[in-house]
């Protein structure tokens, strides 16, 4: 099975910053990943798909870059909404899987 | 819109059943593959079982194969997950989710519910 492995596992930063969370695939998986954004008690919420395709309806200053076993998740300029636990996910290869989360706090 | 609703969580004991419904609207819920995905608590998020739109083919994380089973009703608009010999390391929010690949599998999940919570102890 294929591990992600996300990081930083939590940051904290201001509105305004530009954040950038990294996941890591234990091998290739090509473009076969999506970017989630998860509020708690709310249903998690696309993002990103094949790597760098944005989500109709996602604000513009999300996006996605990466191939083969590393990825970014870019965030340019932080707004309070933003505030929230990030996942990356691989549908390569079955089983898909997540990484473990990276959750962003308010600094 | 587009609306997915879960249901059927609650308590249960080690090793008893539970089973889970997902109902699906504003959408042709027959044109597209359907997921569960559940996250424990304080926990990240596990794939776990999908079902292609006919129901012919299903797919099990290793973790509930042999004892969750998946299956839909189109004509419901409903999604199921049967959950057998239920386990304390079982207890998540179990989530369902669209596949957005009309008749087809893309592999990311562009719809998803708010959760049901299932809770396993004595």
């Known amino acids: 099975a294929i591990q992600l492995t996300q990081s930083p596992s939590s940051l904290s930063a201001s509105v305004g910053d530009r954040v950038t969370i990294t996941c890591r695939a234990s091998q290739g998986i090509s473009t076969a990943l999506a970017w989630y954004q998860h509020k708690p008690g709310k249903a998690p919420n696309l993002l990103i798909y094949?790597?760098?395709s944005l989500q109709s309806g996602v604000p513009s200053r999300f996006s996605g870059s990466g191939s083969g076993t590393d990825f970014t998740l870019t965030i340019s300029s932080l707004q309070p909404e933003d505030f929230a636990t990030y996942y990356c996910q691989q549908f390569n290869s079955d089983p898909y899987s997540f990484g473990q989360g990276t959750k962003l706090e308010i600094k | 819109q587009v609306q997915l609703v879960e249901s059927g969580g609650g308590l249960v004991k080690p090793g008893g059943s539970l089973r889970l419904s997902c109902r699906g609207s504003?959408?042709?819920?027959?044109?597209?593959?359907m997921t569960w995905i559940r996250q424990a608590p304080g926990k990240g998020l596990e794939w776990i079982s999908n079902?292609?739109?006919?129901?012919?083919?299903?797919h099990y994380a290793d973790s509930v194969k042999g004892r969750f089973t998946i299956s839909r009703d189109n004509a419901k608009n409903s999604l199921f997950l049967q959950m057998d010999s239920l386990r304390v390391e079982d207890t998540a929010v179990y989530y369902c989710?669209?596949?957005?690949?009309?008749?087809?599998?893309?592999?990311?999940?562009?719809?998803w519910g708010q959760g049901t919570l299932v809770t396993v102890s004595s």
């Open positions: 989710a669209r596949d957005p690949g009309p008749y087809g599998e893309y592999g990311w999940f562009d719809t």
């Open positions: 504003g959408f042709r819920f027959s044109d597209f593959y």
């Open positions: 094949d790597a760098s």
């Open positions: 079902i292609v739109t006919t129901g012919s083919t299903v």
